[in-house]
């Protein structure tokens, strides 16, 4: 297959899984996200959130402020007066669950038709490309804020673990 071909049908199959996610995310993508990084890194601050968004500073707040007035994500005192320590609550850390697992009953759709050796084939491919997404840990992070990290470092581990070295 040349490479033109494959980077058209990565393209569209890309865009699929984006339409299936949008609407697998009751709350928007960018409020999961943070549910989903502060369930696996609890403790971040509005800084280390909008890096890992890539968001503004103004952007990231408001999606903060929203998930506190929600009950979603609580503040705690950070390390200096003027940053907060963000943590999901109980209900934060639930809806975060429930949305990985809605974005698995989306996607679980566009990989059903393929045979045994089309999916092992598709993971060793995904594997590969998901391992070169990032070579450092911010990059990491920005990549996985919306993993199941308990799927995704079950066997045979993490794709991005080079990066935590």
Same mark, same amino acid.
């Given at each position: ?80 007066? *003027?940053?907060?320590? !963000? @943590? &999901?609550?109980? #209900? =934060?850390?639930?809806?975060?669950? /429930? +949305?990985?697992? %809605? *974005?698995?009953?989306? !996607? @679980? &759709?566009?990989? #059903? =038709?393929?045979?045994?050796?089309? /999916? +092992?084939?598709? %993971? ?42």
């Amino acid at each position: 297959m040349d490479d033109d071909r494959l980077v058209q049908l990565l393209g569209v199959a890309t865009l699929a899984a984006h339409d299936v996610l949008s609407a697998a995310f009751a709350i928007g993508e960018t409020r999961t996200a943070i549910l989903v990084h502060l369930s696996a890194h609890p403790g971040g601050s509005v800084e280390a959130l909008r890096q890992v968004l890539s968001l503004s500073q103004p952007a990231t707040v408001r999606a903060v402020e929203g998930l506190v007035r929600d009950g979603l994500v609580e503040r705690g005192p950070g390390p200096d007066r *003027r940053s907060h320590d !963000l @943590r &999901p609550t109980r #209900a =934060g850390r639930r809806t975060a669950r /429930r +949305a990985l697992a %809605a *974005r698995t009953e989306a !996607l @679980r &759709p566009l990989v #059903a =038709g393929l045979d045994g050796p089309s /999916r +092992a084939g598709l %993971a060793a491919g995904l594997e590969a490309l998901v391992g070169g997404l990032a070579d450092d840990r911010p990059g990491a992070l920005r990549t996985c804020r919306l993993c199941d990290r308990e799927t995704c470092c079950a066997h045979p581990g993490c794709p991005l673990e080079h990066t935590v070295r």
